[in-house]
Nanobody, 125 residues
Framework: QVQLVESGGGLVQAGGSLRLACAAS????????MAWFRQAPGKERDIVAV????????YYGEFVKGRFTISRDNAKNTVYLQMNNLKPEDTAVYYC??????????????????WGQGTQVTVSS
């Protein structure tokens, strides 16, 4: 059974930083594309960042603009999202996700089958 468990969310002031982590189990982590999405109240779930199985290919949502970095440690079965210069509009629940077809690389929400429970990020102004 695939499990994705996010951690690292919290309350931070604008301009601050947070590092989210997603620990994966039940899958061959090193063979999976991993992604972060976020969903603010009343809004759709949006792509934040994607990393290929090797970590060599990454994608970021337009709003990231150089502030976030996705990385992975295949030895620890963990993917990270380093978020710097946070803004109030970054407030959302952040979700970790993986596609059923492991190495399949996508930025499309519907291509992701495994999801974590989410971690709340709140940025105060």
């Amino acid at each position: 059974q695939v499990q994705l468990v996010e951690s690292g969310g919290g309350l931070v002031q604008a301009g601050g930083s947070l590092r989210l982590a997603c620990a994966a189990s039940g899958l061959t982590f090193r063979s999976y594309t991993m992604a972060w999405f976020r969903q603010a109240p009343g809004k759709e779930r949006d792509i934040v960042a994607v990393t290929s199985w090797s970590g060599h290919t990454t994608y970021y949502g337009e709003f990231v603009k150089g502030r976030f970095t996705i990385s992975r440690d295949n030895a620890k079965n963990t993917v990270y999202l380093q978020m710097n210069n946070l803004k109030p509009e970054d407030t959302a629940v952040y979700y970790c996700a993986a596609p059923y077809r492991g190495t399949f690389y996508s930025t499309t929400l519907s291509d992701y089958d495994y999801w974590g429970q989410g971690t709340q990020v709140t940025v105060s102004s």
